[in-house]
């Protein structure tokens, strides 16, 4: 893992991975103005999970993968539910 610095950043949020032989190296970068630095680790811990779930049993089904606050597909459906209500709320 690397840090780097830039002064702006080129995207809202873009994950970044170059394999080599026998790894692959990957770099988060985000808008500071968007996230927290705690909210990017948060997001790279919950990526490296599922890439360990998966890569560590080919026939996991995706309601089986978890996150750090649970599985995987209710805080996805969770966050679709959030958007739906305010988008919604928008519309009145």
């Known amino acids: ?5 830039y002064n702006i950043s080129r995207f809202d949020l873009a994950l970044f991975a ?3 032989e026998n790894n692959m190296k990957m770099a988060l970068e985000y808008s500071t103005q968007l996230f927290k ?25 995706i309601n089986d993968i978890m996150i750090e606050h649970g599985p995987l597909m209710a805080q996805v459906n969770k966050r679709q539910q959030q958007q739906v209500e305010f988008n919604f709320s928008l519309n009145q």
């Open 18 to 20: 170059e394999e080599s």
């Open 37 to 61: 630095k705690t909210k990017a680790e948060k997001i790279t811990a919950n990526y490296l999970s599922i890439l360990n779930q998966v890569t560590g049993d080919t026939l996991i089904k």
């Open 1 to 5: 893992y690397r840090e780097y610095k």
